[in-house]
C-alpha cells in the first residue's frame, strides 16, 4: 500500500483515539454529576452531545472512503473493521452519559429527603476504570490488558443486579417514592450499559490483535 494510505490510516487512528478521550471525559463529568446531583454539570453532558454525535459521523465516513478506494486486505481491513465498531461503542458511551444526566436533573430537583438512596462509588469506579483500560489497550495493542477489562464486566453485572433487587424492595415499602427509585435504577443500568461497551472495545482490541472474536466468550 501507498504512503498516502499508511496516512490516512494513522489519521484514522489518531481521530478514534481523540473521540475516546472526548468520551472518557464525559464519563468523568457523568460521574461527577451522580455524585453531586448537580444539575449544570447534566446540562453540560446534554448539551454538548451533538458535538461527539458529529465525531463519529465523520470518523465512519472517513473509514469507509478509505475502504472502497483502497480495498485493504488482511491487517490493513481488520484496523479499520475495528475502528468502526469502537466508534460505535463510543458514541453509544456518549448516549449513556447523557441517560445519566436526564436522571441526574430529575434528582437534583427533588428537595425532600427519601427513605432510600445508593452510593454509586464502586459501580462508577469500576466502570471507570474499564473504559481507560479499554482505551489503554486500543493505544498501546495490549492484549492482556483488554482481556482483565472482559473479566471485570462481571463484577459491574452485579452491582447492577444488586441495585435492582434493592429498588425493588424499595418500591414495595415505599411506592410514593417511585419515580425516584426508578431513577437510581436507571442510573444504575445506564452505568452498566457503559461497561458493556468498554468490554466491546476490548474484545475488538483482541480482534485486532489476533484475528480472533471473543465478544461471545466467557472470561
Known sequence: MSKHFHKELEKIKKRILSLGAIVEDRVRLSIRAIETRDAGIAKKIIDGDYEIDEMEVEIEEECLKILALHQPVAVDL???ATVIKIN?????????????????????KTKHPFDFDFDFSEMVDKTQFMLKRSL????????????KVCILDDEVDKINGEVHRLVKQ????????????VNLLLISRHLERIADHATNIAEEVIYLIEGDIVRHENF
Open 170 to 181: 424499595a418500591i414495595k415499602k415505599t411506592p410514593e417514592q417511585g419515580e425516584h427509585l
Open 78 to 80: 481488520r484496523f479499520l
Open 88 to 108: 460505535s461503542d463510543l458514541e453509544r458511551i456518549a448516549d449513556e452519559t447523557v441517560n445519566i444526566a436526564r436522571g441526574v436533573k430529575y434528582l437534583s
Open 136 to 147: 489503554d489497550a486500543l493505544i498501546n495493542l495490549d492484549k492482556d490488558v483488554a482481556f
